[in-house]
């Protein structure tokens, strides 16, 4: 104000406006277009583009006073409340954006970096539900790419589990962060499981990268010597006629045959099949040195 000023107290009013304005913003929308019926008192951020009455006033605030419109210049920074929301807006330097909707870097008791643009420093986090269902989602791009879990120690690696740029589900370890051994992977299109080193169960090794798996071969056929079944895993014989007419049978009897193979001698055991009778459900035993079979034993 001047000295000798007429009508003082219209340029005090307009000073408080302003400071209000810098100190205590709130606006009735963030929008690029002047409202239809615009009132007295209205203030409005200027979202891009600006246009009508706003052209070229993007990011301005705009304050509707007297039946016109006045502007006040912003700077990359201010906040603003809008409405009976609540919601806060921050100018940036590409225009009014929702504050918290999103953010370049966001560090939680830590700095966020380029390459880790969320970092949370806490003794533990939670991720809890609103009523349901909780998911924790990792995206990649493609199947060349990998989305996994990295645990470390000292910020070098340990262990990590999640889909490789193969396209398995694998779990792998390793002793310094730069050496990898794989202890388990899993095939997504049938689900199979492979262990590529030994599996131990109480300290003992149950299966080594030596262990054959026992599989199903499938039907024996009639006239099959049982001599010749020295691979590791089980054989049926469906029928008493089929096994009558093999050879080294215990008994003219269905069943199912398990053979273990290791190095240079198999063993043999020979279940019966039958539900009633002098045979039913009796359990035989051998074992051949050299492809040399000794007799079948009763157990």
């Not at 209000?20 to 891009?48: C, M, N, S, T, Y």
């Not at 215990?250 to 190095?263: C, F, H, K």
Request: proline share 4%.
């Amino acid at each position: 104000m001047a000295p000798a000023q007429a009508q003082k107290h219209l340029t005090h009013n307009e000073a408080i406006v302003a400071i209000d304005e810098r100190l205590q913003l709130r606006v009735d929308a963030l929008q690029a277009d002047p409202p239809a019926a615009p009132h007295d008192g209205q203030v409005f951020a200027i979202a891009r583009p600006a246009s009508g009455d706003w052209a070229e006033q993007d990011d301005q605030i705009a304050r509707r006073q007297n039946d016109g419109w006045t502007f006040t210049e912003t700077e990359a920074g201010w906040l603003a409340t809008v409405g009976d929301t609540g919601e806060v807006i921050i100018l940036r330097n590409d225009g009014w954006a929702v504050y918290g909707s999103r953010q370049a870097q966001l560090g939680i008791g830590t700095d966020a970096d380029e390459t880790n643009r969320l970092s949370v420093s806490s003794p533990s986090v939670l991720f809890n539900h609103a009523g349901d269902d909780c998911r924790v989602a990792i995206n990649r791009d493609s199947t060349d790419d990998v989305a996994t879990i990295l645990f470390q120690t000292n910020f070098s690696g340990r262990a990590e589990i999640g889909l490789s740029s193969q396209g398995n589900l694998v779990f792998r370890s390793s002793p310094d962060g730069a050496s990898w051994s794989e202890a388990l992977s899993v095939n997504p299109s049938n689900g199979d499981i492979t262990i590529p080193g030994d599996l131990s169960v109480g300290g003992e090794a149950v299966l080594t990268t030596d262990t054959e798996v026992m599989e199903l071969h499938g039907f024996i056929a009639p006239n099959t010597d049982l001599d010749t079944l020295t691979t590791t895993g089980f054989h049926h014989q469906i029928s008493n006629s089929g096994a009558a007419a093999g050879a080294n049978y215990p008994v003219n009897r269905a069943g199912m045959l398990q053979v273990i193979a290791s190095q240079n001698m198999v063993y043999q055991q020979y279940h019966v099949f039958s539900l009633a009778g002098v045979d039913a459900n009796k359990l035989f035993v051998r074992g051949s040195y050299f492809g040399n079979f000794g007799p079948w034993r009763e157990i």
